[in-house]
């Protein structure tokens, strides 16, 4: 842990560091992938590479897991760890990795920082670093753990047994193990996907579990956006195998008989498609407010099956919004246009769940806490990098 002195020296420091992790971050994955070139291909999402998206997030988790020694809040460095740590026990990331990533981390802090990083400096945030990849590590073996596995050992090979269109882009596969059922999982959970693809690379991808979590196969949606979706798309079919992992995530229906709002966008809808199939099982009595929004009806993915499971539930509401071509059916429950919660009743003391892109999450974030629905309430799921936020709002 931090001593005092190393705490005021990353005080002192942290907005030059803060300042300075535009060009770490990239800094950082330039000699990683110098060093290790396999992990660009087969671990690391190289389209987000591409972007500056992924450096971006780890930039932001960087600064975000700073601020909170300064600040602290145990609640919100709870919530970044443990998503950080879902995130990399879907990968196999194990306790030596980090080792690898400390070493090229602060090289690439005192390429860029130069003299500035004093050996005060660079105690304190080293110091910083571990207590974090410590954290992380506890939380990743429990995950491991809880999943039954050793540590990484998260792989399988699974058989597609269906494959179905559940809208004009988009395809839901369906896994089966060789050797009896698939292990069950939390609803709301996702599990990461590995193909081949034509240059060599082992590109993964992470996508959300739309079936019961006691079913024995395992069921994911896949839109044709991307170099592995769109490989998905052309490529496999029932009686292909694919190699997939155990299921991980964190956005899973809250213990309490709270009410609960589930808003998504576009291929959002898929955690939601699992929550609401947990809670159609149970028949769930809570008050249960689904809301979503795509660009047009006609290529909502599980249209039919979201207003089919909403109907089932004791006290479902759903309220839809669409961009194009539904302005002839305009009412209540369809709404032209991008969502807006101005005129829909939420309750402050309901569990909000929210997947979706990362610039609706925000929104959505955003006139929650303008409706006094307090932060603590509101969970979401993101398909892309965390960029964690280091202010209030």
Same mark, same amino acid.
């Given at each position: 842990?931090?001593?005092?002195?190393?705490?005021?020296?990353?005080?002192?420091?942290?907005?030059?560091?803060?300042?300075?992790?535009?060009?770490?971050?990239?800094?950082?994955?330039?000699?990683?992938?110098?060093?290790?070139?396999?992990?660009?291909?087969?671990?690391?999402?190289?389209?987000?590479?591409?972007?500056?998206?992924?450096?971006?997030?780890?930039?932001?988790?960087?600064?975000?897991?700073?601020?909170?020694?300064?600040?602290?809040?145990?609640?919100?460095?709870?919530?970044?760890?443990?998503?950080?740590?879902?995130?990399?026990?879907?990968l196999g990331v194990t306790r030596d990795q980090y080792e690898v990533v400390h070493e090229h981390l602060f090289a690439a802090i005192i390429e860029v920082l130069g003299e500035a990083v004093?050996?005060?400096?660079?105690?304190?945030?080293?110091?910083?670093?571990?207590?974090?990849?410590?954290?992380?590590?506890?939380?990743?073996?429990?995950?491991?753990?809880?999943?039954?596995?050793?540590?990484?050992?998260?792989?399988?090979?699974?058989?597609?047994?269906?494959?179905?269109?559940?809208?004009?882009?988009?395809?839901?596969?369906? @896994? +089966? !193990?060789?050797?009896?059922? &698939? $292990?069950?999982? #939390?609803?709301? %959970?996702?599990?990461?996907?590995?193909?081949?693809?034509?240059?060599?690379?082992?590109?993964?991808?992470?996508?959300?579990?739309?079936?019961?979590?006691?079913?024995?196969?395992?069921?994911?949606?896949?839109?044709?956006?991307?170099?592995?979706?769109?490989?998905?798309?052309?490529?496999?079919?029932?009686?292909?195998?694919?190699?997939?992992?155990?299921?991980?995530?964190?956005?899973?229906?809250?213990?309490?008989?709270?009410?609960?709002?589930?808003?998504?966008?576009?291929?959002?809808?898929?955690?939601?498609?699992?929550?609401?199939?947990?809670?159609?099982?149970?028949?769930?009595?809570?008050?249960?407010?689904?809301?979503?929004?795509?660009?047009?009806?006609?290529?909502?993915?599980?249209?039919?099956? @979201? +207003? !089919?499971?909403?109907?089932? &539930? $004791?006290?479902? #509401?759903?309220? %839809?919004?669409?961009?194009d071509g539904a302005d002839h059916l305009a009412s209540e429950q369809i709404r032209v246009g991008t969502m807006s919660l101005d005129d829909v009743e939420i309750d402050t003391a309901a569990?909000?769940?929210?997947?979706?892109?990362?610039?609706?999450?925000?929104?959505?974030?955003?006139?929650?806490l303008d409706r006094d629905v307090p932060e603590s309430r509101i969970h979401y799921e993101t398909f892309g990098p965390e960029l964690m936020r280091t202010g209030a709002r």
């Open positions: 842990m931090l001593t005092d002195s190393q705490r005021a020296t990353l005080a002192a420091t942290l907005p030059a560091v803060q300042g300075a992790l535009g060009e770490i971050t990239p800094a950082f994955y330039r000699r990683l992938f110098a060093a290790h070139p396999t992990l660009l291909d087969n671990l690391f999402n190289r389209t987000h590479q591409q972007s500056g998206e992924q450096p971006q997030a780890l930039a932001g988790s960087i600064a975000a897991f700073a601020a909170l020694q300064l600040e602290p809040d145990i609640r919100r460095q709870r919530f970044i760890i443990d998503r950080i740590a879902h995130k990399h026990a879907s004093t050996p005060a400096v660079a105690d304190a945030w080293d110091q910083l670093y571990w207590d974090m990849a410590d954290l992380l590590i506890t939380t990743e073996a429990g995950l491991y753990a809880e999943a039954g596995v050793k540590p990484g050992a998260v792989w399988r090979d699974v058989r597609v047994v269906e494959r179905a269109q559940v809208s004009p882009d988009t395809i839901a596969l369906t @896994l +089966a !193990a060789d050797d009896g059922d &698939l $292990p069950t999982f #939390r609803p709301g %959970q996702y599990i990461s996907v590995q193909v081949p693809l034509a240059d060599g690379a082992r590109q993964i991808r992470q996508y959300s579990l739309t079936g019961a979590s006691t079913d024995p196969r395992w069921t994911f949606s896949v839109k044709l956006a991307g170099e592995v979706s769109g490989h998905l798309h052309e490529h496999v079919f029932e009686g292909d195998r694919l190699h997939v992992s155990m299921p991980f995530g964190d956005l899973v229906l809250p213990e309490d008989d709270s009410p609960v709002v589930l808003a998504s966008a576009g291929i959002g809808c898929t955690p939601v498609i699992g929550l609401l199939t947990a809670l159609a099982e149970t028949a769930d009595p809570r008050p249960v407010t689904v809301l979503h929004a795509d660009r047009s009806r006609n290529r909502q993915p599980h249209r039919g099956r @979201l +207003a !089919a499971l909403v109907e089932s &539930l $004791p006290a479902g #509401r759903l309220v %839809q919004w669409y961009e569990h909000v769940m929210l997947c979706g892109p990362t610039g609706f999450l925000s929104a959505m974030r955003g006139q929650l």
